[in-house]
């Protein structure tokens, strides 16, 4: 975010030098959490700041659980959702069950079986 010029040049630096770097899905749930409520970002900008990250040609993913929550994010929704749901679905789970109404609606718009709690 460059709001700590000191921070940004170290990790400037480190993503030069490094060979690889493996983003694991967990770690980039917590950004986009400090990204959409500590910054405060819309989601096109938090798209944007994911993709720039994810598509460094020094950057390894799992591109199908990135995909899965980008698609939350470009919705207005929330990763994190969007993940859970993917890896339910690769484990072997018919249904997403949440109490969150948008990520139900979301999965639902999709295709997916969803069910919401109440």
């Known amino acids: 975010m460059r709001d700590d010029p000191s ?13 690889v770097l493996t983003l694991s899905i967990s770690s ?20 944007f700041a994911l993709r720039t990250l994810s598509n460094a040609q020094n950057v390894v993913v799992d591109r199908l659980a990135f995909e899965a929550g980008m698609i ?13 749901a993917y890896e339910g679905r690769s ?12 990520a139900v609606s979301l999965l639902k718009s999709q295709g997916h079986s969803a069910k919401l709690l109440s």
């Open 7 to 19: 921070q940004f040049i170290a990790a400037d630096q480190f993503l030069e030098h490094t060979e």
């Open 28 to 47: 980039l749930c917590e950004v986009v959490w400090v990204l959409r409520v500590g910054y405060r970002l819309p989601p096109a900008r938090i798209e």
């Open 72 to 84: 939350f994010v470009r919705n207005n929704g929330d990763f994190a959702d969007g993940v859970i």
């Open 91 to 102: 484990m072997g789970s018919d249904t997403f069950v949440s109490f969150d109404k948008k």
